[in-house]
């Protein structure tokens, strides 16, 4: 079976997402992405997200909600992801510029991500890897599938300090050791974070504990006469 990793690469993101923003889905397929490698969600879940799940109404007015709540259809469980204020202005800019006639009515009964048939239709699961398989191969990515917009999710957090235990109750796994494989943390990972380490912060009392030593030994050597 052929391994699934996580983008390890933020330059190759952004590539990503300037493939993936042309086209006359651009605007879709760039939300798309965005929500997936921001949030814990398989794409199983991604494709039946509705307006609903990302609007609400506040003082009148549509805006995108601070958390995306939803049940996981894997796992069954619930699950609540903070969406960042970056990530809600894309998603604004998107559903204003596709469901400007639902948002008038405040109907939000469409799917977020509609298929060509229509916004009562949600993309395939096959159609949405699809896109993303493709814009991963575009460059470069050869180990790109359906978990790596998830799993690249969590490696950022990994790699930017997030606590493990915190990365596996957002993915939903039962050990850590389950979250640090799944997420693609290699040996290397593991070196790299074991060299970062010193301990030796305070340099200069090293330093003149070993020039005491040095200074002890020369004056051992030193002749008696």
Do not use: C
């Amino acid at each position: 079976m052929k391994s699934v990793e996580p983008i390890r690469d933020k330059k190759k993101i952004d590539a990503m997402k300037a493939i993936l923003a042309s086209g006359k889905y651009g605007q879709r397929n760039l939300v798309l992405f965005s929500i997936g490698i921001n949030t814990a969600y398989r794409i199983s879940d991604l494709r039946q997200l509705k307006l609903s799940d990302v609007l609400e109404i506040s003082r009148g007015r549509v805006i995108v909600k601070e958390r995306l709540a939803m049940k996981e259809q894997k796992t069954a469980k619930h699950n609540s992801v903070f969406i960042s204020n970056k990530l809600r202005k894309v998603i604004l800019d998107y559903v204003q510029s596709e469901f400007s006639e639902q948002l008038q009515v405040q109907d939000f009964s469409k799917y977020l991500f509609p298929s060509r048939k229509g916004a009562d239709t949600p993309l395939t699961r096959q159609s949405l890897w699809r896109i993303i398989h493709e814009a991963g191969t575009a460059v470069g990515l050869k180990e790109i599938g359906p978990h790596s917009m998830r799993k690249t999710f969590g490696y950022f957090l990994y790699k930017q300090g997030t606590k493990t235990e915190i990365i596996q109750s957002l993915l939903n796994h039962s050990s850590q050791r389950e979250t640090l494989r799944y997420i693609g943390i290699t040996q290397e990972d593991k070196d790299t974070a074991v060299k970062s380490l010193d301990l030796w912060q305070n340099n200069a009392l090293y330093n003149r504990r070993k020039n005491s030593r040095g200074e002890k030994m020369n004056e051992e050597k030193r002749p008696n006469f």
